[in-house]
Every structure is written in structure tokens, then in C-alpha cells.
């Protein structure tokens, strides 16, 4: 079946560190997403990418970086610079202009500073 | 600018009883409109969306919202609770069409159901 992998499920970032953050999609679908989730606070954008070696921010992106070489995978740094990354990182894709308007959810990955 | 409000962070219902999770939004243009359910530890689960078409949109595990233009709000309703809609709920709006540059999220909404 065709979907969205995220991982890995939970993972814990020591201070200064950089950490990547895997997304990988087999629906062939042109837009890929990020989106970062506290609590109280809904889904905020990071980046995204409507199309291969193209990407842009969305509207927390600062400490984040993105890149997008294959179309099935856009991972996720958090970088050092990112000072309160503790959160429930959600990767998203859909096909836009398609009208299939509906957007395909990975299961989430958890990152905890220690 | 699009955005999102979803009255009440924590809506508490008995099981059986009507569902009602409400959801206003603000767009300067048609907007597209969309419910997703979370489960704890888990990603989003598209309930339902509206796009221009009836403004009476049905969703999977019985529930429907309707758009109101004039009211500016797409609000979730179900007759009745059951343990399982348990979760929580988010209303999301894109005005640009196929939302290639993203969706707009409310804050969400904690469903309650009361045995």
C-alpha cells in the first residue's frame, strides 16, 4: 500500500547537535511537507517543496533546513540553531492542481532534547 | 493571510450524544476547507473536505459539516459519540486551490466522550 514513512518514531537530540528527520513517500505525489506540532498550538509549516531540487519556507523555518533530491523523500535537519526543538515533527505530501485536494500524513516523529 | 479559529481546546460529550466541534476561518479568497482526526502518537486522518462543491460534506465514521459562507464557518457535527471518536480534531483551510503552499491549521480540538 502506498504511503508515508517517517522515522524514526522517537528520537532524542543532545544540545548543539544537528539531527535529520526521514520522510519518504511511494505516492507519487509532487508536494512534500513539514510541519511541526506543540500542544495548544495546532500545525505550523516549516517547509515545503512542490517539486524536485525546489523548496520553500514556510512560517517557522528558522534553525530548520530541507533539501529535496529524489521526489519520494524530503528530509527534515534540525540544526543547533533551532533552540527549543522538543516537539511532534509531521511530514505531509499531496498532489496539487490534481483536485485531489486531500494531503497523506506520515505517523510523526518524536524529538525530545536531553 | 488565511487563518483558523477552533472555538473550545477541550469539548466534552456523553457517549451517544450529538457532536459538535466548531471551526470559523478567514480567507480572502474561496476557501478549500478540511477536518482531520489524530489519534495520540499518530499522524493526521483526513475526516472530510470541502471544495466548492455541496456545502454539505459527508466524512468517514459518520461525520458531515457544512459550509456557511455567511457565517464564515465549516463546523463538524456527528449525532451520536462513540468511545472511538475519541481524539483530537483539527480544522485546516487552503486558499490556493490545491494547496500547494501548504495548509493553515486551527489549534485543534480535545474530544471527551463521557461513558
Not at chain 1, 527549543?84 to 518524536?110: E, K, V
Not at chain 2, 478549500?32 to 456545502?55: C, E, H, I, M
Request: a neutral charge; aromatic letters at 12%.
Amino acid at each position: 500500500d502506498g504511503g508515508i514513512t517517517q522515522s524514526p518514531k522517537y528520537l532524542f537530540r543532545k544540545e548543539g547537535q544537528n539531527v535529520t528527520l526521514s520522510c519518504e513517500q511511494n505516492l507519487n505525489h509532487d508536494a512534500m511537507y513539514w510541519y511541526r506540532q506543540d500542544p495548544g498550538q495546532g500545525l505550523r509549516l516549516i517547509y515545503y517543496s512542490q517539486i524536485v531540487n525546489d523548496f520553500q519556507k514556510g512560517d517557522i523555518a528558522e534553525g530548520y533546513s530541507v533539501s529535496r533530491e529524489k521526489k519520494e523523500s524530503f528530509p527534515l535537519t534540525v540544526t543547533s540553531a533551532q533552540k527549543n526543538p522538543t516537539a511532534f515533527y509531521l511530514c505531509a505530501s499531496s498532489t496539487p492542481g490534481t483536485g485531489n485536494y486531500g494531503y497523506t500524513f506520515g505517523s510523526g516523529t518524536r524529538l525530545t532534547v536531553v | 493571510a488565511q487563518s483558523v479559529t477552533q472555538l473550545g481546546s477541550h469539548v466534552s460529550v456523553s457517549e451517544g450524544a450529538l457532536v459538535l466541534l466548531r471551526c470559523n476561518y478567514s480567507s480572502s479568497v474561496p476557501p478549500y476547507l478540511f477536518w482531520y482526526v489524530q489519534y495520540p502518537n499518530q499522524g493526521l486522518q483526513l475526516l472530510l473536505k470541502y471544495t466548492s462543491a455541496a456545502t454539505l460534506v459527508k466524512g468517514i465514521n459518520g461525520f458531515e459539516a457544512e459550509f456557511k459562507k455567511s457565517e464564515t464557518s465549516f463546523h463538524l457535527t456527528k449525532p451520536s459519540a462513540h468511545m472511538s471518536d475519541a481524539a483530537e480534531y483539527f480544522c485546516a483551510v487552503s486558499d490556493s486551490g490545491g494547496g500547494a503552499d501548504g495548509l493553515t491549521f486551527g489549534k485543534g480540538t480535545h474530544l471527551i466522550i463521557q461513558p
